[in-house]
């Protein structure tokens, strides 16, 4: 990360942005002018961004694109983290020098972002960032610890349980399976052989995923499996039903499957996202950085987070 003095004037910053839609290759990193804060807004100098699929996802091609409000050229990268440098009429709550964070869609890895005060949702927000939660930490949030803790509202985990989560090695994975532990869950977790310490480390049971899943938990857990939450797909969503879990207790966020809940980190509690920043800053829960890259650096960290096998959560540094 630049030191404050390195940073460049506030009349123009460095941002990711697209001419066309597409893959990691036509992820640029340019100078623009600096967005002012208009009223009701607050401008962030971005110390980190954090990368989640949804950032390629929505950029990969103009109809999804669309779906999303987006347009070209558009920029790149929901979450961030950094510190208030201007405020625009009528804001209360926030004043230059605060430390913030949240998201900002398609336009978080850039020197500076503005958001709406009042935003509260994770396309447009800040959110105070706790004494003992560092940026790089803060940048990962807003749309993998909302979606974990939608999936966990739906599951609603207790000491009695235990919880299967499909994928659990990933950005959400690693907020779903330390929410579960702290509900006091025992969490059995798939992923490939790769993840099986970085899984026990999270606290999760590992378990290959993949043909005969079933089998594989059933000889882990004899007693039987209560709940489950499908990361990736819907395999678990499938094992969960074969190991006897009611559809109740089963919650996907990557695919739907009739009968099953679907969560969404746009419907998460209010408060669940300063509820995961105030478990960080106690020490109750991290954030495995997989890797961290300068914005320069921006092709090879989509495609880092692209490849589907990243355990916990990629970072720019800005
Ligand atoms: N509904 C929502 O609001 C919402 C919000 C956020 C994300 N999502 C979606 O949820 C999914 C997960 O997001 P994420 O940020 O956690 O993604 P991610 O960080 O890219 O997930 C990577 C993880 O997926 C695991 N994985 C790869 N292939 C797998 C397989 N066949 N079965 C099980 N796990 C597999 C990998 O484990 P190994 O390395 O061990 O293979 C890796 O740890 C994405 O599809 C994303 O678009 C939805």
Known sequence: MRQPSDRPSTASGRAVQLDSFGGPEVLDVREIPVPQAGPGQVRV????????????????????????????????????????????????????????????????????????????????????????VDDRTAATLAIAGRTASAALAVIDPGPDDTVLIGGAAGGVGVFAVQLARIAGARVIGTGSATSSDFL?????????????????????????????????????????????????????????????????????????????????????????????FPVEQIRRAAELQAGRHVHGKVVIDL
């Open 200 to 292: 026990r480390d999270l606290g999760a049971e590992p378990v290959a995923y993949g043909d005969g899943l079933a089998d594989r938990v059933r000889a882990l857990a004899p007693d039987g499996v209560t709940a489950a939450i499908d990361l990736h797909g819907t395999d678990t969503v499938h094992t969960a039903r074969e190991l006897g879990v009611p559809d109740a207790r089963i919650c996907a966020i990557a695919a739907q499957v009739d009968g099953v809940s679907t969560a969404n980190g746009a419907n998460a509690a209010v408060g669940a996202l300063d509820e995961i920043a105030r478990l960080i800053a106690a020490g109750h829960l991290r954030v495995p950085v997989a890797a961290s």
């Open 45 to 132: 100098r971005v110390a980190a961004a954090g990368l989640n699929p949804m950032d390629w996802i929505m950029t990969a091609d103009a109809d999804t694109a669309a779906r999303f409000g987006l347009s070209l050229p558009v920029g790149f990268g929901t979450d961030y983290a950094g510190v208030v440098d201007q405020v625009g009429a009528g804001v209360t709550g926030f004043a230059p020098g605060d430390r913030v964070f949240g998201g900002a869609l398609s336009r978080a890895v850039a020197d500076f972002v503005v958001v709406d005060a009042a935003g509260g949702v994770a396309a447009n927000e800040a959110c105070h960032t706790p004494d003992g």
